[in-house]
């Protein structure tokens, strides 16, 4: 098992369910266009969108074209490339919710039962079902087909566990692969190999050297035109669920004893379990909802979160969410994990912080008085990067210490253009590696935690407090870290 593979697939034929969709012309098939140009598609790879819109399949190509080049920048673009990738493509009109629907699907894959098949979700998860349901009943599932889906997975545990008792009545679980795509982002696969790959760290990944760990994944944009979605789901399913809590874990887990898909999975599953469940007052304590209204950037005023499209007026869906967790374990025992994530923040940032514990005894003197300790900040955007802050000696007669920065700039050390985090998710669905996927438990275990957050949140009719768009969200998210003499990496 490779976890950057660069060998050639088999022949496969992947089903674009939502080819229409918002998704799809931003990311999945840009991804699938830049392993085209790398040459990693084999040349019998189609790729078969599907929708209810009313296109045939050179009027689809005709749509794609203009939207799909609205998100590949000009220097990333080719045209012979682009127009030799589009003979790939296929479209067909379907209806996922009439089975009679599915025949035109069925002619399509005739005859090609020994290529990889994949089905991939990318429509609402109220369409999960009918997909599993209308593809089983079509007689489509082949030993070598794989169903990938979107998340959010359900809206909690429970409605989580239907859709996987559902998917599991058609697909077995090595054939299921729950997509986090931050999973696919360069820099958490590199925290893996920051964390495995050096003994350097080990030693200092502890309660007894760790003082905090602080992990942010602020966006500077709204709602994005997804507000009857984003109004249903808000940030703690939209993105503490998943992208935060997957982040939490690969920081924390204990070293696997290889890289095989369960190995990682085994150890990701037990920091989901320790995690101290936060339930009651305690949920209350612990955590800050916002939600923003107008303000502005550098280059123009913005709309708050009721003025968006689709939001009601009277809405407290929060858009920022921040919390105080801890994991009941040997190497964290007592160590906070300052979590943040929020639309319309300052800046799109997400970075992780790992504040180390100050010397136990100073013979320096230092300008800022040890105030900030050495860190660790792995930073997956805007640009990654990985920075150490240590304490040297400035230049001059008196020996005063001041903090630099050791620098790991990948941009500079790679040179390459920066992948789409979807471009190794997507191949690996195809190639068979389910490493960089949610397992069922990893699910049902991260909301098992979050649930009863959002429930404390209903028992205390705990609303959302309001941040001005451009800030880095509600003060009181402030006063939840203040409170241990701390504060957000803000740098
Ligand atoms: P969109 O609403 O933009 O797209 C939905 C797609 O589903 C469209 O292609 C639509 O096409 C199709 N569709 C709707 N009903 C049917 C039907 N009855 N039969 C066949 N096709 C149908 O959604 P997104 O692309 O934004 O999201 C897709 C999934 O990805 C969701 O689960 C979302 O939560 C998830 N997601 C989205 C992200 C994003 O940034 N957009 C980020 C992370 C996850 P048509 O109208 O032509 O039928
Ligand atoms: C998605 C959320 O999963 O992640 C969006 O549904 C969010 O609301 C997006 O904007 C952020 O992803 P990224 O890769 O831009 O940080």
């Not at 609402?124 to 209308?134: D, M, N, Q, V, Y």
């Not at 028992?459 to 402030?478: C, L, R």
Request: overall charge negative; charged content about 25%.
């Amino acid at each position: 098992m490779n976890l950057i593979s660069n060998d050639k697939l088999q022949p496969f034929d992947f089903v674009l369910f939502g080819g229409t969709g918002d998704l799809s012309v931003r990311k999945l098939i840009p991804a699938l266009y830049f392993r085209h140009c790398e040459n990693q598609l084999p040349d019998d790879g189609r790729i078969i969108a599907v929708a209810r819109s009313d296109y045939d399949t050179e009027a689809f190509k005709q749509w794609l074209n203009e939207e799909v080049r609205q998100h590949i920048s000009d220097e990333d673009f080719n045209e012979s490339d682009w127009l030799e990738f589009l003979q790939r493509v296929l479209y067909f009109k379907v209806d996922v919710t009439n089975v009679e629907s599915y025949q035109s699907l069925v002619d399509a894959l005739a005859g090609r039962e020994s290529h990889v098949r994949v089905f991939y979700l990318s429509v609402a998860p109220s369409l999960f079902t009918h997909i599993t349901k209308g593809v089983q009943a079509a007689g489509l599932i082949t030993p070598t087909s794989r169903v990938a889906l979107e998340k959010p997975l359900g809206r909690d545990r429970q409605s989580a566990e239907d859709i996987n008792d559902k998917l599991s009545a058609a697909f077995s679980e090595d054939q299921i692969y729950r997509i986090d795509h931050y999973l696919g982002k360069e820099t958490v696969q590199n925290l893996l190999a920051l964390r495995f790959g050096n003994a350097l760290f080990e030693p200092l990944w502890r309660s007894e050297r760790i003082n905090d760990v602080q992990i942010t994944i602020a966006e500077s944009l709204g709602v994005e035109g997804r507000g009857g979605f984003y109004d249903q789901t808000g940030a703690l399913r939209d993105m503490v669920q998943n992208h935060l809590l997957q982040l939490l874990v690969i920081l924390a887990m204990e070293p696997p004893v290889s890289i095989d898909p369960d190995a990682v999975r085994d150890e990701k599953i037990k920091v989901l379990r320790a995690l101290k469940p936060l339930t009651g007052i305690d949920a209350i304590e612990n955590s800050v909802r916002g939600q923003y209204k107008a303000g502005a950037y550098v280059d123009g005023p913005v709309q708050g979160y009721f003025d968006e499209k689709d939001i009601p007026a009277d809405s407290t869906t929060e858009t920022f969410v921040a919390l105080r967790a801890e994991i009941a374990s040997w190497r964290w025992e007592g160590v906070p994990f300052f979590l943040r994530t929020g639309k319309r923040m300052e800046s799109k940032t997400t970075e992780i912080v790992i504040n180390f514990k100050k010397v136990p005894h100073s013979i320096f003197e230092t300008a800022d008085g040890f105030s900030t300790p050495n860190q660790l900040i792995i930073r997956l955007q805007p640009e990654e990067s990985i920075r150490m802050r240590i304490y040297v000696k400035a230049w001059g007669d008196d020996i005063q210490l001041q903090p630099v920065f050791l620098n790991l700039d990948f941009n500079d050390v790679f040179q390459k253009r920066k992948m789409i985090a979807y471009e190794r998710l997507l191949l690996d669905v195809i190639r068979g590696n389910p490493t960089l996927f949610m397992r069922r438990d990893e699910v049902a275990a991260a909301w098992a935690w979050i649930d009863p957050i959002r429930e404390a949140w209903e028992q205390y009719q705990y609303s959302p407090k309001s941040y001005t768009a451009g800030t880095w969200g509600p003060a009181a998210a402030n006063a939840l870290i203040s409170k241990e003499g701390l504060h957000w990496n803000e740098d």
